[in-house]
T-cell receptor, first 115, second 111 residues
């Protein structure tokens, strides 16, 4: 099992550019999510999905879109990059609901800089 | 006020020391509690779940006090390899997908 994979590992964008961060998991997990991590802020939830075809907003969804066409893949799209989106992005997956499932598996992260 | 609050640290301790991390949470509907470890520039990884009865895993002991909405992590006999950031995590099923991460406490263990 590869677990949760993310690409790219590093990315530099110019303000206004768009791009997609890729996330895939091979554990057949229902739940997938995207977080961003900024210094002193902890991980903040951007969007999440409870299964193929079902997505919802998290705490900081503005400027991002997601889709979940398959169980395995959960891409995150930046529509028009802004310097405030400079961050480390983590994708995670787990099998069950938050209160029941003890473990989230995280990808290695994507370090994004927006100039 | 943040939903999950931790000592920001950093904690600087010598090898062999005992160190305690504290965490408080504000939502009484929280159901599950965890400590994650995050090494520098790496992804978070589950260290241990936290139960009301308290639980131990080798040198690590976690405690939960639901009445006070307080979680703790105790590391005994610190090793250099324990140097990392420790994240307090709280989860619930109400109000949608809710897994809330604290900002983390940085630990440096020195020889």
């Amino acid at each position: 099992n590869a677990g949760v994979t993310q690409t790219p590992k590093f990315q530099v964008l110019k303000t206004g550019q768009s791009m997609t961060l890729q996330c895939a998991q091979d554990m057949n997990h229902e739940y997938m999510s995207w977080y961003r991590q900024d210094p002193g802020m902890g991980l903040r939830l951007i969007h999440y999905s409870v299964g193929a075809g079902i997505t919802d907003q998290g705490e900081v969804p503005n400027g991002y879109n997601v889709s979940r066409s398959t169980t395995e893949d959960f891409p995150l799209r930046l529509l028009s990059a802004a310097p405030s989106q400079t961050s480390v992005y983590f994708c995670a997956s787990r099998q069950g609901e938050a209160g029941a499932s003890p473990k989230q598996f995280f990808g290695p992260g994507t370090r994004l800089t927006v100039l | 006020r943040k939903e999950v609050e931790q000592d920001p640290g950093p904690f600087n301790v010598p090898e062999g020391a005992t160190v305690a991390f504290n965490c408080t949470y504000s939502n009484s509907a929280s159901q599950s509690f965890f400590w994650y470890r995050q090494d520098c520039r790496k992804e978070p990884k589950l260290l241990m779940s936290v139960y009301s009865s308290g639980n131990e895993d080798g040198r690590f002991t976690a405690q939960l006090n639901r009445a006070s909405q307080y979680i703790s992590l105790l590391i005994r006999d610190s090793k250099l390899s324990d140097s990392a950031t420790y994240l307090c995590v709280v989860a619930r099923n109400t109000g949608g997908f809710k897994t809330i991460f604290g900002a983390g406490t940085r630990l440096f263990v020195k020889a």
